[in-house]
């Protein structure tokens, strides 16, 4: 009798004229939710500030503003003010505005009347008004865009225009009058619909374009109504403002923490014990038990969470991308400008760019003249050249121009997370892909066993191995794989009884954020980050897989410490390649 430890989603006999089984002990298991590029986490209180500056004109409608002309209502208004953003969607914020109310107002019944006294066409008298104020007030802020279409994430080209909605109250405070009646002390309210225009992604400024209306009671202007006239219940001023708001943080209103929770957070009282028992027949069968076990390694901050298959029907996919992607997987927009300013020698920075399709790596690639995916070919890395000539001839052969990523003084060379655009590396060479070990090939496998912990019966295999046996061994892939490995794998997932998938994500500890707590923080959402996208690539791409039970798969499960220890300052060199990678080990039966 041969005792195993098998995964708990597999309450099936694996076949009746061979084996018995027993039922399992009890065990209790907690799924959390899938990862969710949408959610955020609240930040602490000293996040998301922001500040503003408005400046505009606003006409005030009370009981007589239509005696004269409508010029006479309007005044101008200065605003300055702070906020807190809670959430990417809701904020708070806290104003000063200092203006005047002008319009007309009866001979009879205001304190604010100045001037001559006028008579309308029907000879209806009626004086100029106006009075001095300051307002304070607080408003709760709810980002349309936002809201309607989720938060983007930090130094993304999305949400470059943005739709805002604040409502709130304010007390505003009459000046430039001794006598102590009339309204020289009252409440306001203030609805206000903003239009914000970002135009560069760090989104550190925007410039706001405001409607705003101010409500009153009914004295704002000084008419209380006396005898037969009843004053009207609201005094209003509507206007326009333009404003600047400027983001205090570095990743001000953007830079939220996304969701890094665990996949599935596994809490086991015992061990489900399968007891499987060998009949004694003439001819026994035999049940191979065994692990197939693969790395997948990352360029320096990427994960692949801001790129399909985390985000449904992007036009970019993470695995494709590492498995065959070429340069940054970005073009720039305006081939014309393009060629206009490399002939010119000025700078490329700020021109527009889109991503461009991943392709399946097991088909053969158009463009096969560059280095494609990131550590599958040896001495190839993934950055092209950005002198005008090697663009221009690249353009001649394909129709577009490769576009870096460019973000200020920062231009990175291959594809990055949104949130790792405005970080400063150590050295600018590091923004470049100069070297390449095969490591996500059959090829690196000889460094990957002499540096890698791999337990005595695991079976090592590729990254590329496994990309060709879930697609096919066919087109660029072919040329990086082993063809045997590929079919066994093959038959394995085809046959086999997938048991467990256990997948953990590492990072390096290479950060220049400024705090070690922000530094392990960052590091640590890298590397669930990293995790969590090849699960998903494996759930997607293989329908046993799919269907297997969610209980089987374990991430970062009883890893302590997901940060490795790398103390060159290079990200380009061995020792950091070989520390940022996604180890995945996938258990199975085989009759």
């Not at 060998?278 to 801001?306: A, C, D, H, W």
């Not at 949104?418 to 892909?433: H, P």
């Not at 759930?539 to 297997?548: C, D, G, P, Q, T």
Request: charged share 20%; proline share 3%; hydrophobic share 35%.
């Amino acid at each position: 009798m041969n005792t195993y430890t098998v995964s708990s989603n597999d309450n099936k006999i694996i076949s009746e004229d061979t084996v018995t089984y027993i039922a399992p002990t009890e065990i209790i298991i907690e799924r959390d939710s899938l990862y969710d590029p949408l959610r955020v986490v609240t930040n602490k209180f000293g996040k998301n500030w922001f500040a503003f500056l408005e400046g505009g004109v606003h006409t005030f409608r009370g009981d007589f503003s239509k005696l004269g002309k409508f010029s006479g209502t309007l005044s101008p208004e200065y605003g300055i003010g702070v906020g807190k953003w809670f959430t990417p969607g809701v904020a708070l914020k806290i104003q000063a505005i200092k203006s005047e109310t002008r319009g007309y107002t009866s001979a009879e019944h205001s304190h604010y009347a100045y001037g001559d006294l006028m008579h309308t066409a029907d000879g209806f008298p009626y004086y100029k008004m106006k009075t001095g104020w300051w307002d304070f007030s607080a408003s709760a802020i709810l980002n349309l865009t936002r809201l309607i279409y989720g938060y983007e994430g930090y130094g993304s080209k999305k949400r470059m225009n943005q739709f805002m909605f604040s409502g709130g109250i304010g007390v505003v405070h009459h000046t430039g009058y001794a006598h102590s009646y009339g309204s020289d002390n009252e409440l306001s309210a203030h609805l206000e619909l903003q239009y914000s225009r970002f135009f560069t992604r760090s989104k550190m400024i925007s410039l706001d374009l405001k409607l705003r209306g101010m409500f009153y009671h009914s004295n704002h202007d000084g008419e209380y109504g006396q005898g037969d006239y009843v004053a009207q219940k609201i005094d209003y001023n509507v206007g326009l403002n333009l404003g600047l708001t400027f983001y205090l943080d570095k990743r001000h209103n953007n830079g939220w923490s996304q969701s890094t929770t665990k996949l599935y957070q596994r809490d086991y009282r015992q061990d489900k014990i399968y007891i499987v028992e060998e009949k004694q027949t003439p001819v026994q069968s035999k049940i191979e038990m065994g692990t197939l076990t693969f790395y997948v390694f990352y360029p320096n901050n990427y994960s692949g969470r801001n790129d399909a298959p985390q985000v449904p029907n992007s036009p970019v996919n993470a695995i494709d991308y590492l498995a065959g992607g070429i340069f940054t997987q970005n073009q720039f927009v305006n081939t014309s400008t393009i060629t206009s300013r490399l002939l010119s020698g000025l700078s490329l920075a700020n021109q527009p760019i889109e991503d461009l399709p991943t392709e399946p790596a097991d088909k053969p690639f158009k463009i096969d003249f560059v280095p494609r995916g990131y550590e599958m070919q040896i001495d190839a890395p993934m950055s092209l050249s950005l002198l005008p000539q090697d663009m221009m001839n690249f353009r001649e052969r394909t129709g577009f121009y490769y576009a870096p990523i460019y973000d200020g003084s920062h231009v990175w060379m291959y594809r990055v997370d949104n949130v790792a655009l405005g970080q400063q590396l150590a050295d600018q060479s590091n923004y470049n892909e100069t070297q390449s070990f095969g490591l996500n090939s059959v090829k690196g496998l000889p460094l990957i066993k002499e540096n890698m912990v791999i337990q005595s019966d695991d079976q090592l295999i590729s990254f590329a191995d496994m990309y060709a046996a879930l697609n096919e061994n066919t087109g660029f892939i072919s040329g990086y794989t082993d063809s045997s490995t590929v079919e066994r794998v093959k038959n394995i997932l085809d046959n086999g009884v997938i048991t467990m998938v256990q997948v953990q994500g590492f990072a390096t500890s290479q950060d220049n954020s400024g705090t070690i707590e922000k530094a392990l923080e960052r590091n640590t959402a890298l590397s669930q980050n990293r995790a969590t996208t090849v699960i998903e690539w494996l759930r997607e791409s293989n329908e046993k897989l799919s269907n297997a039970a969610s209980q089987i798969y374990m991430l970062n499960e009883g890893l302590s410490n997901p940060i490795r220890n790398v103390t060159d300052s290079s990200t380009r060199g061995l020792n950091a390649k070989l520390n940022r990678f996604v180890k995945v080990r996938i258990h199975y039966m085989l009759k």
